[in-house]
Each structure stands twice: as structure tokens, then as C-alpha cells.
């Protein structure tokens, strides 16, 4: 029985070791570990003999960010500390009992600003209290204290940076150069702590400096190597004089595996022995030779060892690394994708809109409406003629028919011709006494009766108009959301010959990324290393590019670099398949400087051209500020994507509700494709255009009132096909309007525009605006625009560069 109760005690004590081992590790787990270790080996960092700054500023940092925390990393603090010596146990003690006592004065209440002031003071007040009490004040102890004082508060300012890099959980996807750097000299301070710790006879300092070098060599290249070097190498420096050689190891070791590290890891390792022998041999000789190499043999393992995941996974937060870049690209991605799925929202909520307001209008187009109106109609003239009548049952009840269709026909009458017929009068006075009494009510209530259809079919347009603006705003929102989640497509094949092409003649490609081949979208971004640029973009890529792509391609953007051997920035776009050469002529009413006339030539997305005149009402300032103001509405809203027929009836609400006074402008738009050459006329109260066709001229023209006279109109567009060497003319009134004796003006304009021999458009222009001041006696009695336009292929300035692949 006794040995039943043993065995079963020593399973309890077994069971609750293991319990209590578990619960250790998982409390640790929680309660970050990472401080406790950074904690003890910072208690342990002495530098200079003497001076331990590094523990107080690690702990004001994390009574900052993390005060839960605060109590076990002093208290892990004091742990580190113990193990060095006696003296900085009690400096320790001292410098953290007067930091306390400040706190506790309230001089840190919501700001960190006085606190580096306060971490000194506490530092200097805990050393010079010790030197005192153990008789050893003189001037070098006050340097050396005031020394440690500046020291503390400038790595608090540095470790309240990094102390939330170590935290489990990452909020931050990139770390800033200045994070970085903290972060660095936070563990360079770690490593201090390592000083004078040996496994089977290697320094573990020297170890895990150099595994940490390997490691940022490979992570962030030479430049992150070499600076990581110097600043570990620099604090190591300070702990002990004899790790000098440390500095030049360590940064010429960052610096050769960090060029090396294409190489993989091994090259970055070679670049670390070549440093070790190379400078221990140099400086130290051979008798340090030995131990040296050992250490770096052993970090090197360890980086051998070390998971391609683990430096996946810090290469993350290392500006410059090929991880960081995937990394926000995968963020910009993300951030896309949410912007497109709100844009396609609010697309879905104005098209909704829109069919709310057309829902609407179509509920207003009832076949019963217009009874029932007819039946409010009468029913109101009833109330002021056969309410009070004494045969009002005979006519109402025994004859209701007859009564309601006389009634309705003598409103019918009233309202088509403005009077009855003599039929219809005699009818209606042989069954009703007060037959006069009744027509004239109605022609009283048939004044409201107009007035009201007339507002409601302002109402019925109104809303129409917005539905169509709604829907417009969709569908531009809805082009967009697809443009943001539009992805670069892969092309491999088309990328290869491009690489391969410009290879073969010397170009040195730093990247290449094709967007879009679509026809009539290419859509290339090049970045070139070039010593001198002399324009090889136009001259010799592009034209290799339209050989290789089959379609015409020019350089639409190109950034390049003011110094020799420097870097150029290209972009690559289709041509259209059409341009135009634009000519403009213009003179103001008395030859003076303020014409009432606007003229605006703009590309639009989508391959097309704008050209725009607008004409204000009259005359000088005020006409001038009616029709820019039309022309800057138009250019905007066309801008934005929507439709032109939309945006002219956006633009005509707003300059009929936006005033008063009767202020008008005209607008004569012509939109032009230039893939097609295709052009659509919008003519706004504006004169007739014109387009030359060799000898042939092709009037265009169509009616519609002057923008702003009435709120709401259907817009003609006129459209007409362009062909290579069409010349668009376009003008103001005051053109037609100049020769008072010509009668009609349509068929001397055209004839002017036919004897006209030149083909250049700013010539056209001269010389019919030259023309038409002749005929007037040189008089300009209104402001004159001639706008025109010639249509031309796309000629590319070079010729298209073969590209013969090379056979391998």
C-alpha cells in the first residue's frame, strides 16, 4: 500500500512539473519574450569600463509603449546587471529610484518630449550618488557621468522607435530608414551584452555580429550591408578595444557579401572568410587568426541553417528588398481592389437612381392619365356652373353621356383652335341653360389647365434629364472601377523579342513592363541605363516596337536623367490612326481686344478630339466670360467621361437656372475620332460648318436653339465620315453675318472655301477671316472665330526598324 501512495505522489509532483513548465512558457509566449532578452542583455552592456546608459533608456521606452510590461523588464534588467559587477548594480538601482520619484512628481503627463531630459538626470544623479558614497568623486567621474546622462537620453530617443518593431504582432508593412537604423543600433546594443560570453570557446559577440552582417548582406545588398557594419562594429568598439578590428570586418565583410549576393548564400559567405583572413592577418597577425576564423565558420552555419522563410519574412520590412516591393504591390493591389469595389457601389447606387427617376416617368405615361385629367377637368367647371342648377340631375344623371362628351368637345375645341363652332354651340345650348356661363368657365379653367400640363411636363423632363446625368455618372464610375482592377496581362513572348531586339543593338534595359498589346492601347513603361540620350527613344525604339507589335507606337511620356551614365524613363502608347493640324483665325468687334467669341481644341480619353466655338450674347466682357464659361463646363464634364450629348444638356440647365437676365451663347461642337476618323457635330444655335473634300465642299448643319433660352431640348448630333485630307471649317456667326449685301451666305462661303487653293489650315484661316473683312470694307462689325481642321493619317517622323531574330 505505502508503495501504491509513493508511486502515486511522485506521478502527482511529475504531472504538476510538467503543468507548470507548460504554463511558464505559455505566459512567456504571452508576455512577450523578446523584451525580457533584449531586457537582460542590455543590463549586461557596459561600455567604456563603465558607463551602463542602455538599460534605463530600454526601460523608460517600454514603460512608454508598453507599461504592462514595465515590472519584468526591470526586473530582468536587474538580473542582467547582477551578473556584471557590483558597483553598476547599485548605479542601476539608484538612476531607476530617481526616475521614479520624478514620474511621480507628474513632470511626464501626456508627452514624451521632457522625458529624455528626465533619463538623464536620473542617470547623472544615480552615478554621482555612488561616487560620492564610495569617496571617488573628482572631474573625470563628473565627465563620465554626465557623459552616461547624454548617452541615456539619446538612445531613449532611439530605442522608442524600435522597441515596437520586437512586439508579436506587426503594424506596420514597411520600416522607415530611421526605424531601421534604431533598430540596428538596438541590436548592436543586445550584442554589447554578449561581451565576455563564451560557448565551447567562441565568442558569442562575434558570432552573432557577424551572423547578423550575412544576414542584412543578403536581405538589403551592399549598401545595407556596409552601414550595418560600421554602426555594429562602432558600438562593439566601446565595449572592448581590442574588438577595433571589428569595424573593418564587419562593414568590408557587409560590404563584399552584400556585391556577392547574387551568388546565393554561399558567395555571401566567401565574402566573410576572405574578410576574416584578410584582416586578421593584417592587423592582429596570426596569433588571433584561429579564433577569429572559428567565429565566423560558426555564423556562417548558422546562416547556412537559417530558413529561406525566416529571410523572406524580414526581408518584408527592409526598404529596398525585392519582398518589400511584392509586398506593396500587394498592398497597392489590395487598396485597388477596394477602391474599385466602392466605385462599382456607388455605380449601382446612381444607376439605381436613375431607374427610380425613369421608373417614375414611365408610370406618367398611363393610358389612363389623360381621362383622368379630363375628368379634374370638368369636374372643377362643374363646380362653378351646374352645382347650383336646378336641372343639374336631368343633364348629370339622365343624360351623362351626352353632357361629359359636349363638354369635352367644346374643351377640345377651345384648346386646339381658341374658339367653338357654331355646330358644337347650338348642340350644347339646346341641352344646357346656361350654356355660355359653362364656356366661358371653361376657357377660365382651361388657362390653369395649360399651365399645369406645362409643368408637368417640365417635371416629366426634369426628370428625365437627371436620369440621363445619373446614368451618365454610372457608367463613367463603372468605366473606372474596371480601369482600377485592370491587371498587367503577361506577355512573354512579345517581351522576349523586345528584350532580345534592343539587346542586340546596345540598349541596356534595367526594366521592362508591358500593360496592355490591345490594339490601339499598347501601353509600355521602359526604364533605360544610358551614358548620353540623343533622342533614341523616338528614333530607334519606337520604331522597333511598331515592327515587333505591328501598329504604329510612340513615346507619350519620357523622363530622362540630367547626368551622364544616368537612367531614362520611358512610355510607350499607339498612335492614332489620324491627326489633325489645327488653324485658328479670330478678331474682336471694332478690331478690338475682348472678343464675345471662345474657341477650345482638347484630347479626350478614348481617342478622340474636341473642337469647340462658343459665341456669347453680344458683345465684349460679359459676352466673353458666357461662352469661355460654356467652353470650361464642356471641357470638364467631357473629361470626366460622359457622354457629349449628356454633357450639353448638363451644361445648358445649368446656364438657364444659374441667372436671370438673358444672357445665351451658342456652341458648335465637333467630336473626332481618331482611330476612324469618324466626327460628330453638336450644333447649339451655331452656323453652319463646312467640310472640304478636294473640290467638293459638304455643308453641315442642324437647329437647335442657343444654350440656355429653354431648360430642356433633344440634341441633333450630326454625324459624317472624314477621309485623309478633309479639311473641317468651322466659324461663328459673325463670319455670315459680315457681308451685308450677299444674300445668301451659305452659297458664298462655299464658294470662298472652294477657290481657297492652299491646303494649310492656319493659311485657310487667314485668308477666309482676311475675306470676309474685305467684303465688309474693312469694318468688323462683330466678333469673328474661324476654327479649322485637317485631317491626316499618322505619318511616323521615322521609319519603322526591321527586327530580324537572331538564331541561337
Not at 381 to 407: H, I, L, P, R
Request: aromatic content about 10%; proline content about 2%.
Amino acid at each position: 500500500m505505502g508503495i501504491i501512495t509513493e508511486a502515486y505522489s511522485e506521478k502527482l509532483k511529475y504531472q504538476f512539473k510538467v503543468r507548470w513548465i507548460k504554463t511558464f512558457f505559455q505566459v512567456m509566449k504571452q508576455q512577450d519574450v523578446a523584451l525580457y532578452v533584449i531586457s537582460f542583455l542590455l543590463g549586461r552592456a557596459v561600455i567604456m569600463d563603465e558607463l551602463i546608459p542602455f538599460s534605463l533608456a530600454y526601460f523608460a521606452s517600454v514603460w512608454v509603449i508598453k507599461r504592462e510590461r514595465a515590472k519584468l523588464v526591470l526586473l530582468f534588467s536587474i538580473f542582467g546587471v547582477v551578473t556584471v559587477g557590483f558597483s553598476p548594480l547599485i548605479i542601476l538601482l539608484i538612476s531607476y529610484l530617481c526616475f521614479g520619484f520624478f514620474i511621480s512628481l507628474g513632470l511626464f503627463v501626456n508627452s514624451n518630449r521632457h522625458l529624455p531630459y528626465i533619463l538623464a538626470l536620473s542617470s547623472m544623479l544615480g552615478r554621482l550618488a555612488f561616487t560620492s558614497l564610495s569617496n571617488q568623486f573628482s572631474n573625470y567621474a563628473l565627465i563620465m557621468a554626465f557623459t552616461e546622462a547624454l548617452l541615456a537620453g539619446i538612445l531613449f530617443l532611439i530605442f522608442i522607435q524600435s522597441t515596437p518593431l520586437v512586439a508579436p504582432k506587426r503594424y506596420k508593412p514597411v520600416l522607415k530608414n530611421e526605424e531601421l537604423i534604431s533598430c540596428i543600433i538596438l541590436v548592436a546594443s543586445v550584442l554589447c551584452g554578449l561581451s565576455g560570453m563564451y560557448l565551447v570557446g567562441v565568442n558569442l559577440e562575434d558570432v552573432f555580429s557577424r551572423y547578423l552582417i550575412l544576414m542584412l548582406a543578403l536581405i538589403g545588398g551592399p549598401t545595407i550591408g556596409a552601414t550595418v557594419g560600421v554602426i555594429l562594429g562602432l558600438i562593439l568598439s566601446l565595449v572592448n578595444e581590442t574588438t577595433l578590428t571589428q569595424l573593418s570586418l564587419l562593414a568590408f565583410s557587409g560590404l563584399l557579401g552584400g556585391l556577392m549576393r547574387e551568388g546565393g548564400k554561399f558567395a555571401i559567405s566567401s565574402g566573410l572568410i576572405i574578410g576574416t583572413f584578410l584582416l586578421s592577418i593584417y592587423v592582429d597577425g596570426t596569433a588571433s587568426l584561429f579564433p577569429s576564423v572559428v567565429a565566423s565558420i560558426t555564423a556562417i552555419l548558422l546562416f547556412l541553417l537559417t530558413p529561406t522563410s525566416l529571410t523572406k519574412r524580414l526581408a518584408r520590412f527592409i526598404p529596398g528588398s525585392n519582398e518589400q516591393y511584392e509586398e506593396q504591390q500587394q498592398y497597392l493591389q489590395k487598396l485597388r481592389d477596394a477602391t474599385a469595389n466602392r466605385m462599382e457601389q456607388f455605380s449601382d447606387v446612381f444607376e439605381a437612381l436613375s431607374k427610380t427617376f425613369t421608373g417614375k416617368l414611365a408610370q406618367e405615361i398611363d393610358i389612363h392619365q389623360e381621362e383622368r385629367e379630363l375628368d379634374d377637368f370638368l369636374s372643377h367647371v362643374t363646380e362653378q356652373t351646374c352645382q347650383g342648377c336646378f336641372k343639374k340631375t336631368v343633364c348629370w344623371a339622365e343624360n351623362f353621356d351626352s353632357t361629359y362628351q359636349n363638354m369635352a368637345k367644346i374643351k377640345q375645341e377651345l384648346s386646339q383652335n381658341g374658339h367653338v363652332s357654331q355646330i358644337t354651340e347650338s348642340k350644347f345650348k339646346r341641352q344646357c341653360m346656361k350654356a355660355n356661363k359653362v364656356e366661358a368657365a371653361i376657357k377660365d379653367q382651361l388657362s390653369y389647365y395649360k399651365a399645369n400640363q406645362h409643368l408637368k411636363k417640365q417635371v416629366g423632363e426634369s426628370r428625365r434629364f437627371v436620369a440621363d446625368q445619373l446614368l451618365g455618372v454610372s457608367e463613367v464610375m463603372d468605366n473606372f472601377a474596371r480601369e482600377i482592377v485592370h491587371e498587367r496581362e503577361h506577355h512573354d513572348l512579345q517581351e522576349q523579342q523586345i528584350v532580345n531586339a534592343l539587346t542586340s543593338i546596345g540598349m541596356e534595359i534595367e526594366q521592362l513592363d508591358i500593360y496592355s498589346l490591345r490594339k490601339g492601347e499598347i501601353d509600355i513603361e521602359m526604364t533605360l541605363s544610358v551614358y548620353q540620350y540623343h533622342d533614341e527613344g523616338n528614333k530607334v525604339i519606337a520604331p522597333i516596337l511598331s515592327d515587333i507589335l505591328k501598329e504604329n507606337v510612340v513615346v507619350a511620356e519620357e523622363e530622362i536623367s540630367p547626368m551622364p551614365n544616368g537612367y531614362c524613363f520611358l512610355i510607350f502608347k499607339s498612335a492614332r490612326a489620324f491627326q489633325l493640324d489645327i488653324g485658328v483665325a479670330h478678331a474682336a468687334q471694332g478690331g478690338g481686344f475682348i472678343s464675345g467669341d471662345s474657341y477650345s481644341t482638347m484630347e479626350l480619353a478614348a481617342g478622340k478630339y474636341a473642337l469647340a466655338i462658343s459665341d456669347g450674347m453680344g458683345n465684349g466682357k460679359r459676352a466673353r466670360e458666357e461662352s469661355m464659361q460654356t467652353l470650361h463646363l464642356l471641357q470638364q464634364i467631357l473629361q470626366s467621361g460622359i457622354d457629349e450629348q449628356v454633357a450639353i444638356k448638363s451644361i445648358n440647365s445649368i446656364l438657364s437656372l444659374r441667372m436671370t437676365d438673358e444672357i445665351f451663347s451658342t456652341l458648335d461642337l465637333a467630336m473626332v475620332d481618331l482611330q476612324s476618323a469618324n466626327v460628330q457635330f453638336l450644333k447649339i444655335g451655331s452656323t453652319p460648318s463646312f467640310i472640304k473634300r478636294g473640290h467638293t465642299i459638304l455643308p453641315v448643319e442642324s437647329s437647335n436653339l442657343p444654350i440656355g433660352i429653354v431648360k430642356e431640348f433633344d440634341v441633333e448630333v450630326v454625324d459624317r465620315q472624314l477621309e485623309h485630307g478633309d479639311i473641317l471649317i468651322m466659324t461663328s456667326d459673325g463670319i455670315f453675318e459680315a457681308p451685308k449685301l450677299i444674300e445668301n451666305q451659305d452659297i458664298w462661303l462655299k464658294r470662298v472655301i472652294k477657290q481657297i487653293e492652299t491646303s494649310d489650315p492656319q493659311e485657310i484661316a487667314d485668308l477666309l477671316l482676311e475675306e470676309v473683312v474685305r467684303l465688309s470694307s474693312g469694318k468688323i462689325e462683330d466678333d469673328m472665330t474661324i476654327l479649322v481642321a485637317k485631317v491626316q493619317r499618322y505619318q511616323s517622323k521615322w521609319a519603322t526598324v526591321p527586327y530580324y531574330k537572331v538564331s541561337e
